[in-house]
């Protein structure tokens, strides 16, 4: 349980200390031109969902290693 508050408390502090993690940009950046797409950041959402994308294929490809290992 101590670990789970530990935890819980790391998380909101790094979410109260990163203020890119609160979703939208302060000033978000202009395009060059009128003909130009607007340029547009990577938020706190697309850096959690590339992170845990990233997590999900290192535990599928260690577990794929440790099935071969077995057999």
Request: proline share 10%; hydrophobic share 35%; aromatic share 8%.
């Amino acid at each position: 349980m101590r670990r789970f508050l530990v935890g819980i408390g790391v998380l909101v502090g790094l979410l109260l200390y990163f203020p890119e993690a609160h979703g939208q940009p302060i000033n978000p950046p202009t395009g060059g031109g009128p003909n130009q797409p607007q340029a547009v950041p990577l938020t706190g959402l697309e850096y959690l969902l590339l992170g845990g994308g990233a997590y999900g294929v290192s535990r599928l490809l260690k577990n794929r290693r440790k099935k071969n290992n077995e057999s």
